[in-house]
């Protein structure tokens, strides 16, 4: 049974006469055997969970900065969604417990409260929050869910991470001239070299492909170690969004480009940017501040070369 040391006295539910329900249970089984491309989507599938099962209020997912003594919202559900959004931060309780500050529970309006910090192996704790303007509401069987909802989450922090990082390690060991060490991408020059050969099959009528740039716009305007992790998001993201087929690389600071091989046309570019920025817009809902993308579309059948269909594709 979890320890309810961490949730507040004056909080704490009186009556323990629920029980996590068979649906719940059996929902937190699936979502604990899938694989999610990013954490956000995980945290969309528990919130979605905890915000049918509790009582009626909000359901929080975030990460304690233990340092700064802040609890930073990745994901809102529930009726707290006008007042707190993805990327605010919360003050901590000054007890080091990892619980929210009281002074902020009560500017909320909130007389129900629950809260189970988890720790990572990849730095600071995933914590998932229930917060209600009733009072007694939560039962130990509430606590429960949202103890197993965090492990769950805790877990796929961590094992996104390492995957990612594999990742970057795997493609620096295959070809460290070729790869872009911060990302883990192939660098222009092996991105050129794909360029090449997808623009001859197009010559040839073999294929019709495309080239995609895409451009972040506000890298200057952060420091640089959210500089660092924005662009790791960004290669992640673009790597998830492109088929076996295709090509991805990185082409200079804030810049990455594609190769869309047997696309579908300008329609199908279109999607896949489509695609790319909604999946990068769940991610960045984890970050304190979110991307701002361009990008440009050059047909490689409609080029001369692939330095044509790079470069126009790039001062567009």
């Known amino acids: 049974m979890q320890d309810t040391r961490h949730v507040p006295q004056h909080l704490r539910a009186a009556a323990d006469t629920e029980s996590v329900s068979g649906t719940a249970l059996n929902a937190l089984a699936r979502l604990a055997e899938r694989r999610f491309p990013s954490f956000s989507e995980a945290a969309d599938a528990v919130l979605d969970l905890l915000e049918a099962e509790l009582p009626a209020g909000s359901v929080l997912v975030g990460q304690v900065d233990w340092d700064g003594g802040e609890y930073r919202l990745i994901d809102v559900r529930g009726e707290a969604t006008v007042t707190l959004q993805p990327g605010s931060t919360l003050p901590l309780s000054a007890s080091g417990n990892g619980l929210l500050d009281s002074e902020t529970l009560a500017s909320l309006s909130v007389r129900s409260y629950l809260a189970v910090p988890l720790e990572t192996s990849v730095g600071g704790a995933i914590t998932v929050c229930a917060l209600a303007a009733g009072t007694d509401l939560y039962t130990r069987s509430h606590l429960d869910l949202i103890a197993v909802a965090g492990r769950l989450l805790a877990h796929e922090w961590e094992s996104i991470k390492w995957r990612a990082d594999l990742r970057r390690l795997s493609e620096r060991l295959r070809d460290p001239e070729k790869t872009d060490p911060l990302t883990g991408l192939p660098n222009r020059t092996s991105f050129e070299e794909a360029?090449?050969?997808?623009?001859?099959?197009?010559?040839?009528?073999?294929?019709?492909?495309?080239?995609?740039?895409?451009r972040l716009l506000n890298l200057g305007d952060v420091g640089d170690g959210l500089k660092e992790l924005l662009l790791k998001d960004a290669a992640e993201v673009l790597e998830g969004a492109i088929r076996r087929s295709d090509h991805a690389g990185r082409l200079g600071d804030d810049t990455f480009g594609t190769v869309l091989v047997g696309c579908k046309g300008r329609e199908g570019a279109d999607a896949f940017?489509?695609?790319?920025?909604?999946?990068?817009?769940?991610?960045?809902?984890?970050?304190?501040?979110?991307?701002?993308?361009?990008?440009?579309?050059?047909?490689?059948?409609?080029?001369?070369?692939?330095?044509?269909?790079?470069?126009?594709a790039l001062t567009v």
Request: proline share 3%; charged share 30%; with cysteine.
């Open 273 to 312: 940017f489509a695609r790319f920025e909604q999946a990068l817009a769940r991610v960045g809902k984890q970050r304190p501040a979110a991307l701002e993308l361009s990008h440009s579309i050059k047909a490689l059948g409609d080029c001369d070369s692939p330095e044509q269909a790079l470069e126009e």
């Open 195 to 214: 360029l090449e050969r997808e623009w001859r099959l197009t010559e040839r009528g073999s294929s019709d492909s495309f080239v995609v740039v895409l």
